[in-house]
């Protein structure tokens, strides 16, 4: 019997695979959307090889991307305006399709508060 199930187990994990192609996403024009006090905020960045460029309700935020592996980089905040904001925030993409990601995002050395969101490439 625990061999039965063990087998079934494992043909039912191996049936469901996460698609992880992170490339595409290194660079180009996205969008993230999230909900803040109650109400649906959007915002917009630009990444290419080394930055990324943020829009958000009128402001623009740049940072150094440094990529770990193909699907984790680390965000640092070029001119923080906060002891928060000097704290660089650890990315990982868990799943992709398409044009969409979902990444998982914490403060580095944070990992009791990751937070997870969805992107989506809009170029």
Known sequence: MKRML???LIFL???YSVE???LPFHQGNFEFSQIINGEMKTSTFTRDSLYEIERFEGKIDTASIRWVNDCECILT???PTSNQDKRPIQIKI???QNKT???EYSLVGDNKNTQRGTIQKIN
């Open 77 to 79: 905040k070029l001119n």
């Open 13 to 15: 994990n191996s049936c």
């Open 6 to 8: 063990l087998c079934a």
């Open 94 to 96: 868990i799943s992709t």
């Open 101 to 103: 990601y979902t990444f």
């Open 20 to 22: 992880r192609d992170c």
